[in-house]
């Protein structure tokens, strides 16, 4: 991304190996991701930057102290490099990780070929190659699955749970798919478009509500005898869907937010008074990919589907279009 | 208190029953807490309003419905009124009751008597007449006690964890005190005082930390290997405080906020990028009451040191002017 809305492909010099811990990545698929509309919007600066941070390839060579993948495995691959092995990524924040590294900032995997640092600590390999049709999930799985899963799971999603979502973007949609995965017993989709209402319910949504912000948490309250959701789950990342987050979370229930929300600034005092739990942040995908590359493996869930729009890597700035003038709600980049 | 820093003992009309649900207690002491200081300041507005939410005292009368305590019983109440069985209740969120009402703004028991609403869902009572000088630990379990103690529960400070704690008043001695009995590992108290760095200690602190703000910050990431406190408890209620909470957490770590934060704003992409759990808000005293009283009881705990200055109720105006100028961390009120 040269600037804010102008996006080239352009030839770059091959990756290759730099540290011992290194891998490099063919890619098999890639995509874009709602948070890099962020820079192609000007909402974050942007200058002559890689882009790209969602990935799964064939393993095309690994430095001399990788073990858990070797050359041929195709692999699935979290949008923060990690470790694994320091205590934060042993608690399963892999997505604090000392050794931290953000894929979209430094690497950029909107591109053929990706050097991975930390090959072991970031990247889960697939049972064996997988069937064409398994790639959109798989891919699904490096951010836009994990991350939805990740805000179900810090909501605390689960059965005898009614779990509300806050934006139907792939994300959100996701979300809906985790919280129905994780047992939740009623999920309220938040969305006002109709081919995104029919995902959710795809995905496992039991109600949908197309109101918002105020409206939409009075909404919420009506549907929970005036008590308000046990989860919440914020998907979005602005002002208002953050507050109506909060506002729809019972006293004592939990709100998980994995939104990027740039210019969000939350009162205290509203906080306060809500009584809530409130986590969320980058997702530590890599807690949850041995479990979702399984459930995917075995056609359990179907997450590819959140891409409505393929297109080849040169018509990448085509994607960014489309999804910047909500004709798509994820865009697929084949290779 | 007329208006800000004007606070007068005068005579009002006794209260009663009005409710079935009703009791009145007959106060054997109250006193002043640090959020009373915000309209003292004239942070909150206020008009000609009865003041204080902690008591300890004697059922005098209780309404028809009354169950589970009778006239004679020494009770403790909660700063929040609840009935106790309702869904929010239930799930031990107290503070968020259907029927929340708070002490503070309506009943105010910096008074001889007070009529308390759901006296069954809101009063403890002791298992006998309490010693003179269980009183002020008694009354601390109304709301300092409970309040620290809910800090430590929601930053889920426990075995093997360190803890610290940001602010030194009442509700962060009395945090400490609770990381200490829910068997935190390390405890360090963030204070720049002689003296309640010495409480503190005699509370269960293994470290003390005087610097504030990012300097703050940066000494607790230095205690903990740089990778901040597994959880932290914000007992104050400002900006710093709170981010310098928010700071020394570790990701995937928990904090518990419990200073009322008035004019504090917190910028939702530093909560996203630190990666922690937040809880906090009015604390469900009531959850905690039967255990707090216990300990209490039994001598395990000593939570009225907290008390640094013991006036007659009317005498109340030079108790909030002490602690106003900081020359009382707390102060009893007596009848």
């Known amino acids: 991304m040269h600037t804010a809305g102008d996006v080239r492909v352009e030839e770059r010099e091959d990756p290759r190996i730099v540290e011992p811990t290194d891998a490099v990545v063919r890619l098999t698929a890639t995509c874009v991701c709602g948070s890099d509309l962020w820079p192609y919007r000007g909402v974050e600066p942007v200058d002559h930057q890689v882009m790209g941070h969602e990935y799964v390839g064939v393993v095309e060579e690994v430095g001399s102290e990788v073990r ?48 991975i640092p930390y090959a072991d600590g ?40 009614t779990v509300a979502v806050v934006g139907d973007g792939a994300v959100g949609l996701m979300a809906v798919l985790a919280a129905k995965q994780l047992g939740a017993e009623r999920i309220i989709a938040m969305s006002r478009h109709p081919e995104r209402q029919k995902l959710a319910r795809f995905y496992g949504a039991s109600d949908i509500v197309a109101e918002r912000g105020d409206e939409g948490v009075a909404r919420i309250r009506e549907l929970t005898g005036g008590l308000g959701a046990h ?70 869930i179907d997450p590819g589907k959140v891409f409505d729009l393929t297109l080849p890597l040169e018509q990448a700035a085509e994607g960014y279009k489309a999804m910047d003038e909500r004709r798509a709600t994820k865009v697929l980049l084949t290779l």
């Open 68 to 115: 858990s993948v070797k050359v041929g495995d195709f692999v699935v691959g979290s949008f923060v490099i990690s470790d694994n092995t320091c205590e934060i990524c042993r608690s399963g924040y892999q997505s604090g990780c000392v050794h931290r590294e953000f894929v979209a900032q430094t690497i950029g995997t909107q591109a053929e070929k990706a050097r």
């Open 122 to 161: 970031t990247l889960v390999p697939t049972p064996g190659q997988p069937d064409e049709e398994l790639i959109p999930s798989l891919l699904a799985a490096s951010d836009v699955l994990g991350t939805g899963w990740f805000g179900a799971v810090a909501a605390e999603a689960g059965p005898g749970k």
């Open 231 to 300: 989860s919440v789950i914020e998907a979005v990342g602005t002002q208002e869907a953050t507050m109506q987050a909060v506002g729809a979370t019972r006293p004592g229930g939990h709100m998980g937010f994995v939104g990027v929300n740039h210019d969000v600034s939350i009162p205290g005092i509203d906080l306060f008074f809500a009584n809530i739990h409130v986590h969320g942040g980058p997702a530590p995908v890599r807690r949850f990919l041995p479990e979702l590359i399984r459930l995917i493996w075995d056609r359990r």
